[in-house]
């Protein structure tokens, strides 16, 4: 019997497959054509609202994985709030000033240094753009409901006006200053580099132990003893200006076959083995409060150094005689500065030693350098040991290259005037939802520096700074106001396309000026400071201050929630966010990092080409997301078989 004749199935124009990377392109039309996200806030304008402030991703090449998957989420974050009734307007943004833009325009072939700041921002501006659309379409075809006709953009003009006001008030309360210190500098890129930036990776380095021979004793030394220090960074020895010792540890005068020598008492035995020297006794030992300004001869320059005093130096590595150069390291300029020692650099911002490193070592690269260091030490006689050992060293996040710690004239935002406001915020104010958030947060701003706000580069908001004929900078109402409303007007290539008296308020005067002249600061703002005021689009878009919830990366927390805190704080008085959700990183299938080199990137565009944007969706929701996610074939397969 033929049963197919016998089954009455229904007649339907419902399709076996869903067919959603053909299908939904023409939803997605529809939803634009019909206006589907003004309907919703429409249908909600009456209700209370719900704000997620979206965190802009850089606008350069197509959106990652990791963008789009945070993306989804935000989506159904957003989109559930509406469904409970919420009025849920959300404005997506980019982040468009910085390194990598100017990069990218410079491998396309243009030469920046053959035009004008003003030229090669405009091919910047044009760039940055192109990016956006790109990652609009994108993030579009993902099914996002979001107002893309209005988005913010770091590079419009209201949002840099804003940012400048952001600058004014924090400059007029001083939280704004100028100073001399050691940071993050890229010889590569030959500009200061954010601490969110720096990542460590163990490299294999030659370190030194070096003498530095007695140069007036006090009465207590003799003329031929010698601190015996140690460094990994031999480049520095033409910098030096100190040896710190601990006040309280206890050091030992040492008789050998090389001269006596002073190092820790308790490390006498292990460093004599490692400098294959026998010892012939201990002849004093002292504290280290008894050698305070006793001075020594600098092993390359013709001076005399002191010995000072830090409680940062301890007994668990080296000599216990740290080799203390002020303008290369932050525990070493603090201590300096305590006894008013000034710090000099001798790296120039290519990553090359200048005049003030010494004859020997003009012109040379710093690693070149330290080569250099090691063979002088040992032609004096003054090298007791060299040996190989692999440490933790700050390397660009970017370009996966060495940073090196250099002083420079920066503007900096402080810390320590706010951080006690910020501490009691984070404590007291931000609900945390990944339970280690509070503490990774606050243990960050605790131990945070000074911030380092300026940039030696061009594309991104300037720093509104003139500067009178003596060199002290102006930071005046009146000026700060007048800049913004420029900026406002033109945008921030105002400032690269007028001279500083075209710039300034007409009529202006300042008796630190008497003829007149005035010059304007070159530096940008630092990207994380663009990035970190954008709290003021909302306000500006009608919306209330703190927003209801921030959520990105767990990379934020040192990055753009944490920016966003400070500059929220030092300008509204408290967060700019009620609420922070974190997420972890797209991996690959393997749980390894994406990597071009690897070449194990996922392309979101692929999967939803193939598979339908419902697809990765659906992948983004049933995933771990507060864990690293993994993204493949077999993943995108699983789900899209459930």
């Known amino acids: ?205 030659a370190t030194i132990f070096v003498k530095f021979p007695v140069a007036d004793g006090k009465g207590i030394l003799d003329q031929d003893d010698s601190f015996v220090i140690w460094t990994t960074t031999p480049w520095t020895i033409p910098s030096n200006e100190a040896v710190c010792l601990n006040p309280d540890l206890v050091y030992a005068e040492v008789q050998t076959e090389q001269g006596k020598l002073i190092f820790l008492e308790s490390m006498t035995e292990q460093l004599l083995q490692r400098f294959h020297l026998e010892n012939q006794g201990v002849l004093r030992t002292f504290k280290g409060s008894e050698l305070e300004l006793i001075t020594y001869h600098h092993v390359v ?68 350098c330290s080569k250099k260091i090691i063979t002088m030490m040992n032609e004096k006689g003054l090298l007791l040991a060299v040996e190989t050992m692999v440490h933790s060293y700050p390397h660009d996040d970017r370009l996966k290259k060495k940073v090196i710690f250099r002083a420079a004239k920066q503007w900096f935002c402080s810390i320590e005037k706010i951080r006690e406001a910020v501490l009691d915020q984070i404590q007291n104010h931000v609900t945390w939802h990944n339970e280690w958030g509070q503490i990774r947060m606050y243990n960050m701003i605790k131990d945070r520096g000074d911030w380092c706000i300026s940039r030696q580069r061009l594309w991104g908001v300037p720093i509104p700074i003139f500067y009178c004929e003596d060199g002290s900078p102006i930071m005046e109402k009146e000026v700060f106001d007048h800049v913004a409303d420029l900026v406002e007007e033109f945008g921030s290539n105002v400032w690269f396309e007028r001279e500083a008296k075209d710039l300034l308020p007409e009529g202006y005067t300042n008796p630190k000026s008497p003829n007149g002249i005035f010059t304007k600061e070159s530096d940008i703002m630092d990207v994380w400071f663009d990035s970190g005021s954008s709290w003021n689009e909302l306000e500006a878009r009608g919306g209330d201050y703190p927003c209801d919830l921030y959520f990105e990366g767990s990379d934020q927390y040192r990055g753009w929630f944490n920016s966003s805190m400070i500059v929220g704080t030092a300008v509204k008085g408290r967060s700019p966010y009620k609420e922070v959700l974190s997420h972890g990183y797209v991996v690959d299938s393997k749980g390894e990092k994406m990597s071009k080199s690897v070449g194990n990137v996922v392309n979101p565009m692929d999967i939803i080409n193939t598979n339908g944007a419902d697809v990765f969706r659906l992948w983004a929701m049933v995933s771990d997301y507060k864990q690293d996610l993994k993204l493949g074939d077999s993943n995108i397969k699983q789900v899209s078989e459930q």
């Open 1 to 205: 019997m033929d049963y197919k004749s016998t089954l009455h199935m229904p007649k339907t124009d419902f399709e076996m497959r869903g067919n959603l990377a053909k299908k939904e392109p023409g939803i997605l039309k529809e939803w634009e054509e019909n206006g589907h996200y003004q309907k919703i806030l429409e249908h909600h304008k009456d209700e209370k609202p719900f704000i997620l402030h979206d965190g802009p991703p850089y606008a350069n090449g197509n959106l990652h994985a990791g963008t789009a998957m945070n993306r989804c989420i935000k989506d159904f974050i957003v989109r559930s709030h509406a469904m409970e009734g919420f009025y849920t307007p959300f404005f997506p943004g980019w982040d468009t000033h910085g390194l990598p833009i100017e990069n990218a325009i410079q491998r396309s072939g243009v030469d920046r240094k053959s035009m004008s700041a003003s030229e090669f921002r405009q091919l910047c501006e044009t760039y940055a753009k192109e990016q956006i659309k790109t990652q609009m379409a994108t993030e579009k075809r993902l099914g996002q409901v979001a107002d893309y006709d209005h988005p913010y953009i770091t590079l419009q003009k209201s949002f840099e006006a804003r940012q400048i006001r952001c600058f004014e008030k924090m400059a007029l309360d001083g939280l704004i200053f100028q100073g001399l210190k050691p940071i993050y500098w890229s010889p590569y890129n030959e500009t200061a580099i954010a601490d969110s930036e720096i990542f460590y990776k163990d490299v294999k380095d």
């Open 301 to 368: 320059l013709d001076k005399e150094c002191p010995v000072i005093l830090g409680d940062h130096v301890t007994d668990e590595d080296g000599t216990g005689c740290v080799h203390t150069a002020g303008g290369h390291g932050l525990d070493d300029y603090y201590a300096c500065m305590k006894y008013g020692i000034p710090p000099i650099c001798t790296v120039d911002e290519r990553g090359y030693m200048n005049e003030e490193a010494g004859p020997e070592c003009q012109g040379l690269t710093f690693e070149d």
